[in-house]
């Protein structure tokens, strides 16, 4: 029962696998264009005359193999195929990143990224793969804006951050000789309740006895520039500020910094943004409690370097944020107290290519911070792709340095790069169907944190080549109703038919489905399929191996005999419910096979000349014998038995059958050999009986049976008889005579054991008894002793 069970449920795994991978046929295709979209696998056989009478027009579209099998030709079957284009493909740029001449080459003549440019011709279903390389150049640009918070709780972070820029200039320079640095400040929104609006706390919002600057939301203090000592003039004049509540309005001030290039300077280099602040952040939704209810616009709102908008605009979502940073490849780095790096932390997992390090309390550590901050961003590569096209999806495998692949979402990244290590990205790009308009869409991939990016023209295949020579109005399609495309007539509005031959208004008319009933009878379609327009169309099965056909859908390729489980017999095809045998097969269900060589005994007779060969299976005339070939027959003497007389008879004389031997012995050829070792072995004859008998002597003699090809018989005999020899009588006695005398003496030694184990149990006995003799220990009444005893009376013992 286990194996039937496993059994049904293989064959209905292979069904549903038949099912599931012919999406094909199951997609009823109208056209070449409509099949090619379906799939990758799915081909359109465009000969006029492939459809058989009674098949459906989307009976074109289906697998390779299957319009093959059906009888489509390989040259007539449209099957285009998507194609790989690159257009630029600059070499990445070498370590030195200098011209021939030795002149320093611009940010703009830098190339970190191979290819640049690539056109995808696109088939529905199809991936499209090429091969991005990525090289860290030596000495890249960088521009660094430092972004600091300055409510009063920084106020002993301003002092250190004053001298910063020379020293975070020496720093940097041993990176690259392309520095700029620039530097921004934020506090908070300048409404209530972040801030104090009272006149007196607008103007000075410490204590009376601080001296602070008015509150303000962010302020470009120094655009990026190289000068180090400017940044150093204009950061010592900057004063220490205050707002009312813990968190800051940092986010509005990273917004502007992110999307005022112009006013900040960006170049289009590697673009580093440092926040550093004590505190934690509002973010989109918070600016309800000052009144503030339209969401950020994300746009450039400085004049005089001020953000003007911050009473306007609520605070940025950090999804806005990601995207505005992405946009314009900052990388940032949050230096924060210790207190709020777990906050930070969280953040920095929602915003690629950042980094989040601890900031001292008074801002002591900061050069070193921003130099490992930068080291472990810029060592990480993360490929961002541009919006997808509906349909499109796309998907990474990186290979990392020491062998290290990885694929899904990993496989966008590649870490611990260093300057002029090289990686790779296999990218594979695939559509599923077209888009509406059918138009070329532009993907771009870059890496996250770099200018450079990667342009990708995605084609659309919608239709077939020979929709090209499509012939409108075409006389094939039922007088010009439809155009004649790939072999198939494409309907006009309205028109229907496999030649457009009906409206749609005549469609299922009685006058119509009387022409699909067979011999007149009450059936439309053999129940198999309907009437179009006159015409039966036979439906599909689920299995796209099984087919209806015929003018009334009255004939199929499945419901032919079977033998063996098997449609005619695995050796033939069903054509209209009757078996089409291959060669040298017959029978109703070809389980007949024409083939004798299964019946071919080992003596090279066919059914060892006592049967006849039907369907490659012997049977046998002569009922004695039996098995696959007629050559086992139980009840016969075996071939040595059944000629031991002849050959004794012609070979020694001697037998039951001396007498009457030149009569019934003459049917095979005699040949005398010496010894049984020089007979005949089984390699110098293939059919050979090796025979041992007894005559009447006792002796054995030794020959061989053999048939040749023209079926006449040889034997062989050895001359030498192996006769047994009489016995040997003084061995014999010899035996007999130490036997005895070795059974006596086996005999006397277990006497003589078994008289010792008897003596010693014996006494042992006796042992036991005297220890346990009790004897009476009472004084004789006459006995006298002979000592008498005399006491002095007057002894005093002295």
């Keep these: 029962m286990d194996v039937r069970l496993l059994l049904i449920s293989v064959l209905l795994g292979l069904s549903r696998a038949q099912l599931d991978g012919n999406e094909c046929t199951k997609a009823s295709a109208q056209s070449c264009g409509e099949c090619i979209q379906v799939g990758e696998k799915c081909g359109w056989c465009t000969d006029e005359n492939f459809l058989k009478q009674g098949e459906q027009k989307s009976t074109r579209c289906d697998e390779i193999e299957a319009l093959i099998k059906k009888g489509c030709n390989k040259s007539s079957i449209e099957n285009p195929r998507g194609n790989v284009t690159v257009s630029k493909n600059q070499s990445l740029t070498e370590h030195t990143n200098s011209t021939k001449d030795g002149a320093k080459l611009k ?29 860290r150049a030596e000495d890249y640009p960088i521009d660094l804006y430092y972004l600091m ?32 640095i620039g530097f921004g400040s934020f506090v908070e929104k300048t409404v209530m309740p972040y801030i104090s609006t009272t006149p007196a706390k607008l103007l000075n919002p410490c204590t009376s006895d601080q001296n602070c600057t008015s509150p303000f939301s962010y302020k470009n203090v120094l655009s990026l520039t190289s000068d180090g000592s400017q940044f150093n003039t204009l950061v010592s004049k900057q004063q220490i500020s205050g707002n009312l509540d813990s968190p800051e309005g940092g986010f509005d001030a990273i917004m502007q910094v992110a999307v005022c290039a112009n006013q900040i300077g960006w170049r289009n280099v590697t673009r580093l943004l440092v926040f550093s602040t004590d505190a934690g952040f509002h973010f989109a939704g918070d600016g309800k409690l000052g009144g503030i209810v339209l969401p950020n616009d994300g746009k450039c709102h400085l004049q005089d370097n001020m953000y003007t908008m911050s009473h306007y605009y609520d605070y940025p979502s950090i999804a806005h944020l990601v995207q505005k940073l992405s946009e314009n490849n900052i990388q940032t780095i949050f230096a924060v107290t210790k207190e709020f790096q777990p906050v930070y932390q969280e953040l920095k997992n929602l915003i690629p290519k950042s980094a989040v390090g601890t900031l001292s309390s008074d801002s002591g550590n900061v050069i070193n911070l921003i130099i490992d901050a930068y080291n472990s961003l810029s060592s990480e590569i993360i490929l961002e792709n541009s919006r997808l096209p509906e349909g499109v999806s796309i998907s990474y495998i990186s290979h990392c340095k020491n062998g290290v692949s990885q694929e899904g979402e990993n496989g966008r990244k590649c870490s611990n790069i260093a300057i002029g290590d090289q990686v790779t990205f296999e990218v594979a790009v695939t559509a599923k169907g077209c888009p509406s308009n059918g138009k070329s869409e532009t993907l771009k991939i870059k ?63 009685e006058d119509l489905d009387a022409n699909c009933r067979m011999d007149n009878g009450t059936d439309i379609c053999s129940n198999n399929g309907d009437c179009v327009c006159g015409t039966c169309e ?12 015929g003018k009334f859908c009255e004939c199929d390729n499945f419901n032919c005999d079977r033998s063996n489980n098997k449609l ?47 369907c490659g299976t012997c049977k046998c005339i002569d009922t004695k014998f039996q098995g696959q ?136 006995k006796f042992e036991k008894e005297k220890m346990n003799a009790k004897w009476d220990a009472g004084e004789n009444p006459i006995y006298k002793s002979a000592v008498t005893t005399v006491v002095n009376p007057k002894y005093e013992g002295k």
């Design 149 to 180: 918070d300055l409510s009063y709780s920084m106020k002993d972070d301003l002092e250190n951050v004053k001298n910063l820029g020379t020293k975070l200039m020496t720093e940097m320079q041993k990176i690259t000789s392309d520095f700029r």
């Design 447 to 509: 890496p996250l944190g770099f200018t450079e990016e990667v342009e990708i023209v995605l084609n659309f295949i919608c239709e077939c080549e020979c929709h090209k020579e499509g012939i409108p109005n075409s006389p094939n399609c039922s007088d010009g109703n439809g155009t004649l495309e790939c072999g198939a007539c494409r309907c006009n509005e309205g028109r229907i038919g496999r030649v457009c031959e009906c409206s749609k208004d005549e469609v299922r008319t």
């Design 568 to 614: 005619c017999g695995g050796h033939g095809r069903c054509e209209c419910r009757k078996c089409i045998c291959d060669a040298n097969y017959t029978g109703s269900a070809c389980d007949c096979s024409l083939d004798t060589s299964t019946c071919m005994a080992s003596n090279k007779q066919i059914c060892n000349g006592r049967g006849t060969c039907e």
């Design 538 to 549: 036979c439906k599909k099965r689920d299995n796209p191996e099984e087919r209806y056909s």
């Design 107 to 135: 940010p703009d003549q830098i190339t970190q990224i191979q290819p640049q440019k690539l056109t995808l011709d696109l088939r529905s279903g199809e991936a499209q793969k090429f091969v991005l390389t990525f090289r």
């Design 629 to 764: 070939t007629c050559e086992i027959c139980p009840t016969c003497p075996g071939v040595c038995t059944e000629h031991k007389d002849c050959v004794q008879c012609r070979a020694f004389g001697s037998g039951d059958k001396k007498d009457t031997c030149e009569k019934e012995c003459t049917n095979f050829d005699l040949k005398m050999v010496k010894k049984k070792e020089e007979l005949p072995q089984p390699n110098d004859q293939p059919y050979i009986n090796h025979c041992k008998e007894r005559d009447a002597n006792d002796c054995w003699f030794f020959f061989t049976y053999a048939t040749r090809n023209d079926s006449t018989v040889v034997v062989h005999v050895a001359e030498e008889l192996e006769c047994p020899s009489g016995p040997d009588i003084i061995p014999i006695v010899a035996g007999v005579v130490a036997g005895i005398v070795l059974i006596g003496l086996a005999l006397l030694l277990i006497w003589k054991l078994l008289m010792i184990i008897h003596d010693r149990r014996e006494f042992a």
